[in-house]
Nanobody, 126 residues
Framework: EVQLVESGGGLVQAGGSLRLPCTAS????????IGWFRQAPGKEREGVSI????????YYGDSVKGRFTISSDNAKNTVYLQMNSLKPEDTAGYYC???????????????????WGQGTQVTVSS
């Protein structure tokens, strides 16, 4: 059974930082694209960032470029989203996603992903 388990969410002041781990199990970790989406109340799901486990390529949404960094730890089957310089508009539920057959030009489309975690809430106060 494929599982993606997120943690690390919480309440932080604007300008602060959080790191979100996503631990994967039940599939060959190295073959997948793994990353993060977010969804704020009343808004559509937004692609935040993904990483290719096969070659380490990373992709970021425009709203987080330069502030967020995605990385992976093979030994722990874990992907991390380091979020710096957080803004109130970063407030959302953050969801870990994974897929093996990803059309990279569509990486920011939520419909491309078969596997989703349960989500973790990030709240940034002004």
């Amino acid at each position: 059974e494929v599982q993606l388990v997120e943690s690390g969410g919480g309440l932080v002041q604007a300008g602060g930082s959080l790191r979100l781990p996503c631990t994967a199990s039940g599939f060959t970790f190295d073959d997948y694209y793994i990353g993060w989406f977010r969804q704020a109340p009343g808004k559509e799901r937004e692609g935040v960032s993904i990483i290719s486990r096969s070659d380490g390529s990373t992709y970021y949404g425009d709203s987080v470029k330069g502030r967020f960094t995605i990385s992976s730890d093979n030994a722990k089957n874990t992907v991390y989203l380091q979020m710096n310089s957080l803004k109130p508009e970063d407030t959302a539920g953050y969801y870990c996603v994974a897929d093996i057959l990803l059309l990279i030009r569509l990486w920011a489309s939520p419909h491309e992903y078969d596997q989703w975690g349960q989500g973790t809430q990030v709240t940034v106060s002004s």
